[in-house]
């Protein structure tokens, strides 16, 4: 009966630590969707960045050649 009473107890503990392992292994599965997402938002944040850094950079120049189209035309004005 002791032996029983034993074998019952261990059977109910590997039941319960299966329990845990299981549970941990769903947290672990979580944490690596949510570190996927949270790679991707990086990526797309990243990617637009970049893209607000070269549209800036455009910007820039267009306003340098319309400095230079002023420059130009107030030396051609004065010339008259």
Sequence with gaps: ?????????SVDAIREIEGAVREIGD???AITNSVREQDFATKEISQ???GASIGSQEATKNV????LVID????EAAKV
């Design 72 to 75: 130009e035309t107030s030396g």
């Design 64 to 67: 340098e050649m319309v400095t």
């Design 48 to 50: 637009s960045i970049a």
């Design 1 to 9: 009966a002791a032996v029983e009473g034993s074998t019952r107890e």
């Design 27 to 29: 947290f672990t599965q």
